[in-house]
T-cell receptor
Framework: DAGVTQSPTHLIKTRGQQVTLRCSPKSGHDTVSWYQQALGQGPQFIFQ???????QRGNFPDRFSGHQFPNYSSELNVNALLLGDSALYLCASSPGFSYEQYFGPGTRLTVT | AQSVTQPDIHITVSEGASLELRCNYS??????LFWYVQSPGQGLQLLLK??????LVQGIKGFEAEFKRSQSSFNLRKPSVHWSDAAEYFCAVGDTGTASKLTFGTGTRLQVTL
């Protein structure tokens, strides 16, 4: 049983560019959450998707947007990248409204 | 809003010694509490969870945690640490709202000396 998968593993972008990160949830899970983990910090909630709708959003600007597809996979898009967007981006999946979330290995984004 | 405090940024223990990592939360009702472990360059792995019932919960890899409502704490313990336990440990609380959002502490880095 495959767990949560994310792609790419690493990414280097320049300020002002746009990036798309991808996530496939664990089999049987229909809810996907995205978290940003800056160096030396705990993960911070970006948003959560369920039934292709954004269920809740954390304290992140509109430059951060997402999408969930009918097969429950999800994308995180970040526009107009800033140096401060450099972080590990974690995707987590869960069944329905469960707080028990399973995390993927993350995508390391570096903005130069 | 809910919050989680992990007072210890870095802890060093000898292999075979006991371990206790502290976690304090701020939440009005009975919280959903979690401990996750993160090895370098890896995602988060769920160690254990508390939803209700018995206040002492057992997790994977020999870890346990005790929920103490009077102290708003959910400390993680292990009787005998192994070198492979060296990692970053995060405490989290399930936040209220329209989503099953987790709020994390800033983490405690565990170093194990041989």
């Amino acid at each position: 049983d495959a767990g949560v998968t994310q792609s790419p593993t690493h990414l280097i972008k320049t300020r002002g560019q746009q990036v798309t990160l991808r996530c496939s949830p664990k089999s049987g899970h229909d809810t996907v959450s995205w978290y940003q983990q800056a160096l030396g910090q705990g993960p911070q909630f970006i948003f959560q998707y369920y039934e292709e709708e954004e269920r809740q959003r954390g304290n992140f600007p509109d430059r951060f947007s997402g999408h969930q597809f009918p097969n429950y996979s999800s994308e995180l898009n970040v526009n107009a990248l800033l140096l401060g967007d450099s972080a590990l981006y974690l995707c987590a999946s869960s069944p329905g409204f469960s707080y028990e979330q399973y995390f993927g290995p993350g995508t390391r984004l570096t903005v130069t | 809003a809910q919050s989680v405090t992990q007072p210890d940024i870095h802890i060093t223990v000898s292999e075979g010694a006991s371990l206790e990592l502290r976690c304090n939360y701020s939440y009005g009702a009975t919280p959903y509490l979690f401990w996750y472990v993160q090895s370098p360059g890896q995602g988060l792995q769920l160690l254990l969870k508390y939803f209700s019932g018995d206040t002492l919960v057992q997790g994977i890899k020999g870890f346990e945690a005790e929920f103490k409502r009077s102290q708003s704490s959910f400390n993680l313990r292990k009787p005998s640490v192994h070198w492979s336990d060296a990692a970053e440990y995060f405490c989290a609380v399930g936040d209220t709202g329209t989503a099953s959002k987790l709020t994390f502490g800033t983490g405690t880095r565990l170093q194990v000396t041989l």
